[in-house]
């Protein structure tokens, strides 16, 4: 069946008009608004904004507007990014988690509001009673009560250390932060049990489930597991820039034929090309037009794009899209924009930045997919086919007013962290040794020449240097700055001065209580 007969949409054109981006500017057609607008715009945000390259696709009424790639793939190389290179989708792969439920939703193997330990019997959260009302929907609508990013530390910095079974088992170790379902707080982990739970149900692993009841279907050559070779020919590779450094690659999150234990939150490798039936599938199901063998019911669209969860609504929303209201659905968020509902996400790791745009009503999708780490880049494009689409009397320079607005809050955070006198109480011999944590597993302090040094035992990433600070903390400077934030590192004495164990916390003049160290307390083995 040809993807255009599934879709339910006019068959404009074959796959291969998706192709590159090449085939698009040497077609004999003049140049479309759009295609016009990103010539002069793209380029323009990923030199202001650092990003070497960027891929984008733009549907309307069921036509391929645009699809096109601009920049490098590659420095080193000078590879060119085209349609069909390969990105990272970070967190747009919720969608596709959100999805593999529905499709056992359609056939009737369990429904949304069925209780998670009715399938992972492991389940468990802090709370006896929030673990026996728990539903499937709870874990994709970002309302547990736990803070949000709660369990991060289990998946990145890459490679995670933890199986999936395991980020399930140590939910239970999560400290919530407000009261179940009522205020929103993004989790990562959940989805992960979420994929978990479709695995059970369906009798195989998630990631060969989505593959061959979403991509297949859809004709999409992405990948929830493993990545052929042959792929790997026109993968974008990921950056980040500093301006000490330039340009500097990120390996760890680099596409290389492995799966990502996390890929149901964040880990889908995809292209632009192929992203282009999924948003013409979307619409066309929001109508109730995709023909029959599509992957999931107008029903279940419906249900996946109904506000959950409540979400904040900014000053920038406010002013820049007239939003009056914006929530989590389940795997989506949306917000009604210049009148009408948008749904969308967006999706970031270390290298990759992703936007999906939805219209429902007008019939229009794009996605902006780029190797940088800087979100303005995609957010002034985003913003740019936004305004072209809703509101052109508004439209303006978007890279201008995300560079302005990034100086702003640039300058908001450059409040000095604390200082301190540089000085420890006790030698330094006295605070190495092995420490462990009920969840996160060991971490190694170790002496040499220069100091002290501590390393993960579960993530190898993880690792820098202590530099003293006052009383019986340290800094921790990070051996890869691109992992985390510094970090203060408090130890514990007994009464007879003996160093027992240690908390971490950001270096910062306010760490908060929503970072990702706040449920660890190492205690000393030796």
């Not at 009737?108 to 673990?131: A, C, N």
């Not at 490679?159 to 239970?172: A, C, Q, T």
């Not at 999924?278 to 669209?301: D, E, I, R, T, V």
């Not at 604390?418 to 011999?429: D, F, I, S, W």
Request: negative net charge; proline residues 5%; contains cysteine.
């Amino acid at each position: 069946m040809k993807i255009c007969q599934l879709l339910g949409v006019l068959c404009l054109v074959s796959s291969s008009v998706v192709s590159s981006r090449e085939a698009v500017q040497a077609d004999d057609n003049p140049p479309t608004p759009v295609q016009t607008d990103l010539a002069q715009w793209v380029p323009a945000a990923l030199l202001q904004f650092d990003t070497p390259g960027m891929a984008v696709a733009v549907v309307k009424d069921g036509q391929v507007l645009h699809v096109a790639g601009y920049g490098e793939r590659d420095i080193s190389s000078g590879a060119l990014v085209d349609s069909d290179t390969y990105f990272r989708l970070a967190s747009v792969s919720k969608a596709f988690t959100a999805a593999s439920v529905a499709i056992l939703v359609d056939e009737g193997k369990l429904s949304w509001d069925d209780k998670v330990v009715q399938y992972l019997p492991q389940f468990r959260l802090q709370d006896p009673w929030v673990t026996a009302e728990f539903t499937i929907r709870d874990l994709l609508s970002q309302r547990s009560g736990l803070a949000g990013g709660a369990g991060d530390s289990m998946i990145w910095p890459e490679p995670s250390g933890f199986s999936r079974d395991e980020i399930v088992h140590n939910l239970r170790y999560l400290t919530p932060l407000s009261s179940f379902r009522s205020q929103y707080g993004y989790s990562n982990v959940l989805y992960i049990t979420a994929a978990e739970l479709v695995a059970k149900v369906a009798g195989e692993p998630w990631q060969d489930f989505v593959e061959k009841r979403i991509f297949a279907p859809l004709m999409m050559q992405c990948f929830a597991g493993t990545q052929p070779a042959e792929i790997l020919q026109n993968v974008a590779q990921p950056y980040r820039f500093s301006a000490e450094e330039g340009f500097v690659t990120i390996p760890r999150n680099a596409i290389d034929g492995k799966m990502l234990m996390s890929a149901a939150a964040g880990g889908i490798v995809c292209r632009a090309s192929d992203l282009v039936p999924w948003l013409q599938f979307l619409l066309a199901q929001y109508q109730g037009k995709a023909a029959a063998g599509a992957p999931f019911s107008q029903a279940q669209l419906g249900q996946m794009w109904a506000p959950h969860t409540l979400m904040p609504v900014g000053t920038n929303d406010r002013e820049l899209d007239q939003v009056n209201f914006a929530a989590y659905g389940l795997g989506w968020r949306m917000a009604d924009m210049h009148g009408v509902k948008v749904v969308h996400h967006t999706g970031i790791l270390s290298g990759f930045q992703a936007h999906l745009v939805l219209v429902p009503e007008q019939q229009l999708g794009f996605v902006v997919l780029h190797n940088g780490s800087n979100s303005g880049a995609r957010q002034a494009v985003v913003q740019r086919l936004l305004k072209q689409f809703l509101a052109p009397e508004q439209q303006q320079d978007w890279v201008a007013f995300y560079a302005a607005q990034q100086q702003r809050a640039a300058n908001r955070a450059a409040a000095a962290p604390p200082l301190g006198t540089g000085e420890v109480l006790l030698a330094l011999q006295e605070y190495a040794g092995e420490y462990t944590d009920n969840w996160f597993g060991s971490m190694l302090i170790t002496q040499d020449e220069q100091g002290l040094n501590l390393q993960s035992e579960r993530m190898l990433n993880l690792q820098g240097r202590l530099e003293p600070f006052a009383d019986h903390s340290f800094i921790v400077r990070w051996t890869d700055p691109n992992v985390a934030g510094p970090a203060l590192i408090h130890f514990q004495l007994n009464n007879r001065r003996q160093v027992t164990g240690f908390t971490l916390e950001p270096y910062a003049a306010e760490p908060g209580e929503r970072h990702s160290y706040r449920d660890m307390r190492f205690r000393r083995q030796r």
